[in-house]
């Protein structure tokens, strides 16, 4: 077995682990392999030890990335913040968009989908505990952006999708991950048919399947501690 491929197993038993506390199917969530800055002989690694899907932070790396990768099947998410500049990449090379918080990116991108591809699916980042320094719509906001996004034609609205800032312990994860649900649970009940809700990465995944996440984003746990950029 490969290191990539164990350290899979290990972030699938945590998940499973997590699961049974929780009292939740397994089946109810999904891991995505987040392979920002690594090659793509890691992410062939990792394909070969059964995961399909990806996600990347950094668009241009990303689509040049893909490129290296179009022998596989893949899916990729596309988990790093969209400029306006960037939104025809991100509209023509991902199949998922976690990080959408503005009505213009979400035009731009809806506009830029090629007619030969399915609609983009696409969560709605919130900043969910107001953090200065993190992107995302404000909760009390996310209802109004829902209801913009759910209009626009090439667009498949999935859910939320969170970056708190890091607590200390596992209660105060769960916390600010409850209110992330509260959240999904909130835009649901006004009519919002979400069924996604991305929140939990490898120091956190464990607080945020107790709170409902339905999709983990797990990129040091698989791939090792990120090369420095440069």
């Not at 708190?164 to 649970?185: G, I, N, S, T």
């Amino acid at each position: 077995m490969t290191t990539i491929a164990h350290k899979l197993h290990s972030v699938h038993g945590r998940i499973a682990a997590a699961c049974a506390a929780a009292q939740r199917d397994v089946n109810e969530v999904t891991l995505l392999p987040v392979s920002k800055t690594f090659g793509p002989e890691a992410v062939r690694e990792a394909f070969a030890a059964g995961e399909t899907a990806f996600g990347e932070n950094y668009i241009q790396e990303a689509v040049e990335k893909q490129a290296l990768l179009a022998d596989l099947p893949l899916q990729w998410h596309c988990i790093g913040p969209i400029q306006s500049n960037k939104t025809r990449l991100v509209a023509q090379h991902f199949a998922w968009a976690h990080t959408v918080d503005r009505l213009k990116i979400a035009q731009r991108l809806s506009e830029q989908r090629p007619p030969e591809l399915p609609p983009l699916q696409v969560c709605i980042q919130v900043n969910i505990d107001g953090a200065a320094s993190k992107a995302g719509v404000a909760p009390a906001e996310a209802l109004a952006l829902a209801r913009e996004l759910m209009r626009l034609p090439r667009l498949v609205l999935r859910g939320l999708m969170t970056i708190p800032e890091p607590a200390a312990d596992f209660a105060a994860q769960l916390a600010v991950h409850r209110k992330a649900r509260a959240l999904f649970d909130e835009l649901r009940a006004a009519g919002v048919p979400l069924d996604t809700l991305s929140m939990g990465m490898t120091d956190d995944l464990e607080a945020a399947i107790h709170a409902g996440s339905t999709m983990v984003r797990v990129g040091t746990a698989i791939f090792g501690a990120r090369p420095a950029k440069g």
